[in-house]
């Protein structure tokens, strides 16, 4: 079992930054990849962006050049975001995988809005 515990959602101005954190306790030598899901007002979970225990990343088209997720230890989830827009708007869930199961965070809240 894995336990995932989002933190540093907030209300920022477009144009603005936000970092989110996720811990992870538990069996964390288990796990594979990890990666940031997103669930805008009214539409479908969505990737955001995942990083391999290897290292590779990779980011969906609306947010390459602008979020940049890292793993800086095991436990440790980053998503730092620039520039962001209204349509970043959403509850951002961290994701951990271990070949057999998908484990989910609470979710955070991401408000971009003037």
């Known amino acids: 079992q894995v336990q995932l515990l989002e933190s540093g959602g907030g209300l920022v101005q477009p144009g603005g930054s936000l970092s989110l954190s996720c811990v992870a306790s538990g069996m964390i030598g288990s796990i594979n990849s990890m990666a940031w899901f997103r669930q805008p007002p009214g539409k479908e979970r969505e990737l955001v962006t995942f990083?391999?225990?290897?290292?590779?990343s990779n980011y969906a088209d609306s947010v390459k050049g602008r979020f940049t997720i890292s793993r800086p230890n095991a436990k440790n989830l980053v998503l730092q975001m620039n520039s962001l827009k209204a349509e970043d708007t959403a509850v951002y869930f961290c994701n951990a995988n271990d070949y057999k199961v998908d484990y989910w965070g609470q979710g955070t809240q991401v408000t971009v809005a003037s």
């Open positions: 990083i391999t225990s290897g290292g590779y």
